[in-house]
């Protein structure tokens, strides 16, 4: 499956972004979904994920109650919504799929979207 990640840019601390990842090449539903980022100097890091029927979702510590990822699989697109943004959520943001929402090695991977959160 060929993932598109957009929908980065810059905003202010306590605003909104929305980012979307456009799946093609295979049946999407046939995948959990997940959103990684990697800030500079810092390890890439699991920050959401969403299993293949949309019904289990896991969330990192850091952005429960913000962070909020959802999938359309009729439109094979998986998006997160990000709102209350901190300067610490900068990072390039990369959505991926895998058969398995426990995956340690996730299969699939789009190209980064860069993030910017100014203070």
């Known amino acids: 499956v060929q993932l598109q990640a957009s929908g980065g840019g810059l905003v202010q601390a306590g605003g909104s972004l929305r980012l979307s990842c456009a799946a093609s090449?295979?049946?999407?539903?046939?995948?959990?979904g997940g959103w990684f980022r990697q800030a500079p100097g810092k390890d890439r890091e699991l920050v959401t994920a969403?299993?293949?029927?949309?019904?289990?979702?896991y969330y990192a510590d850091s952005v429960k109650g913000r962070f909020t990822i959802f999938r359309d699989n009729d439109k094979t697109t998986m998006y997160l919504q990000m709102n209350s943004l901190k300067p610490e959520d900068t990072a390039v943001y990369y959505c991926?799929?895998?058969?398995?929402?426990?995956?340690?090695?996730?299969?699939?991977w789009g190209q980064g979207t860069l993030v910017t959160v100014s203070s």
């Open positions: 090449g295979r049946t999407f539903s046939s995948y959990a």
């Open positions: 969403i299993s293949r029927g949309g019904g289990t979702t």
């Open positions: 991926a799929a895998d058969p398995l929402i426990t995956s340690s090695r996730w299969y699939y």
